[in-house]
């Protein structure tokens, strides 16, 4: 085993870019439920208004969904009992959620964002990202298109939203909440410091109450005292987790915003350095490789047309073949036996073996609900380069028996 590299595999690679020449904003709709209802009764604003079961002054059972800034004031916050909140302001107004609405407002408000025809991601009921990179030529055009942004949403809606804008998705997400309500942050990437100096730990999206905790007794309490830390450092204090925050706080994070969409293809391969050994031996590998990819094939439910292989050897040259059957299948024993009969003939090759790998193309979901996930995809602008792959294998195998082609880029293979 001593050949072997590390396995690579290329199951879902994302190709995330990560370098900062994008600009992204983040849209927050501002105490979402709680400003709808205000709207209804507007003799409201400026009181504290709780979001929560209508009779939990009577049974103190269940959660503040949310609550409008008045209310926040006296230290009430979503997810907080109500108990608990009523003891803090036992004045404030309660009103149950009204889902349906909301939902409309939501669905006004990604429709707003969406005709800009920009990628754009929807990431929960009241928040959405944008990718304005094609629409702002720099960060003083990208705060007026957030003015623009605001002024369609307040003229539609008669709600305020908070926007961020910056280089990362983590950046823009946290400039939506630097200013909240009703507000506008903008951080170019020679600008973090502005947004990271002074500014709690705990902002940083997806910090654990825990780790933040830890990192208080450790004496870390602001972004900026663990921004001038090297990467090394901050994994030894953090461990793992300190990619992360590393990345996070040196705008360095992801900034594509193409959510993952429904699976394209299963494959896997392995590299080695020197070679697997002999035929026999390789064979025993991509068996392995098989066994991997079918395995996903199997446990995420779907069926497939068309299998192929890859081999590269010393001096780099990659061979790809793949063939297409007339049907879906997910019968073990035929798609080894197509995968076999393709790399078979390329095994015994003498300048030695750098890469092997098998997999699955034209997927078919058989779960019933597949149906639902396409729809959720289908909120956002998606591209990826899987797309061109499969209308490259379709196009070459489509109405034919089973046929043989090579295929020049499979660029998800390794
Ligand atoms: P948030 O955007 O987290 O909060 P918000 O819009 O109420 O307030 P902010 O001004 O800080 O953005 O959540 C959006 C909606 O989701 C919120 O109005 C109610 C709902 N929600 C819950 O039902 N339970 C929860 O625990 C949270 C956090 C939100
Ligand atoms: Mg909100
Ligand atoms: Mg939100």
Request: glycine letters at 0%; aromatic letters at 0%; hydrophobic letters at 0%.
């Given at each position: 085993m001593s050949n072997f590299s590390s396995t690579d595999y290329n199951i879902e690679i994302e190709n995330e870019e990560k370098s900062n020449n994008k600009i992204l904003l983040h849209l927050d709709i501002d105490y979402f439920f709680a400003q709808v209802e205000i709207l209804k009764q507007p003799e409201l604003k400026g009181k504290p208004v709780i979001i929560g079961h209508e009779r939990a002054r009577e049974n103190k059972r269940g959660v503040v969904l949310t609550c409008n800034y008045p209310a926040r004031e006296f230290g009430i916050h979503s997810g907080q009992p109500m108990r608990d909140a009523l003891m803090k302001c036992p004045d404030a107004t309660i009103i149950g959620s009204n889902y349906s609405e909301y939902r409309e407002y939501s669905n006004t408000i990604m429709k707003i964002l969406r005709e800009f025809n920009t990628p754009m991601r929807k990431a929960s009921i009241d928040e959405a990202y944008l990718d304005i990179t094609s629409l702002a030529k720099n960060y003083e055009e990208a705060e007026n298109l957030a003015i623009k942004i605001k002024e369609d949403i307040m003229e539609k809606t008669q709600l305020t939203v908070s926007i961020g804008i910056g280089p990362t998705l983590k950046i823009a997400k946290m400039g939506s909440d630097y200013k909240k309500p009703d507000g506008i942050s903008v951080f170019a990437p020679d600008n973090l410091d502005s947004l990271f100096d002074g500014l709690a730990l705990k902002k940083i999206p997806g910090i654990g109450k825990k780790t933040a905790e830890r990192l208080s007794q450790m004496g870390y309490v602001t972004c900026d005292q663990l921004r001038v830390m090297k990467y090394e450092e901050i994994v030894r204090v953090l461990g793992k987790s300190g990619k992360y925050y590393y990345e996070v706080l040196q705008g360095k994070s992801t900034n594509s915003i193409l959510p993952r969409g429904p699976r394209k293809s299963i494959s896997n391969s392995k590299t080695f350095h020197g070679s697997p050994g002999d035929v026999n031996r390789s064979l025993e590998i991509f068996d392995k490789l098989f066994e991997e990819s079918y395995t996903i094939l199997l446990n995420e439910k779907f069926k497939t047309k068309t299998i192929g292989v890859r081999i590269r050897y010393n001096g780099f040259e990659t061979i790809t073949r793949a063939v297409s059957i007339a049907h879906y299948v997910d019968d073990k024993d035929v798609l080894y036996d197509k995968a076999k009969e393709l790399i078979l003939p390329y095994l015994s090759d003498r300048r030695g073996i750098r890469l092997l790998g098998v997999g699955f193309y034209n997927l078919k979901s058989l779960e019933k609900d597949q149906l639902k996930l396409e729809d959720f995809y289908q909120e956002s602008d998606y591209v990826n380069s899987y797309e061109l792959l499969d209308e490259f294998i379709s196009e070459k195998?489509?109405?034919?028996?089973t046929e043989v082609v090579k295929m020049k880029d499979l660029s998800d293979f390794d």
């Open positions: 195998s489509d109405n034919k028996k």
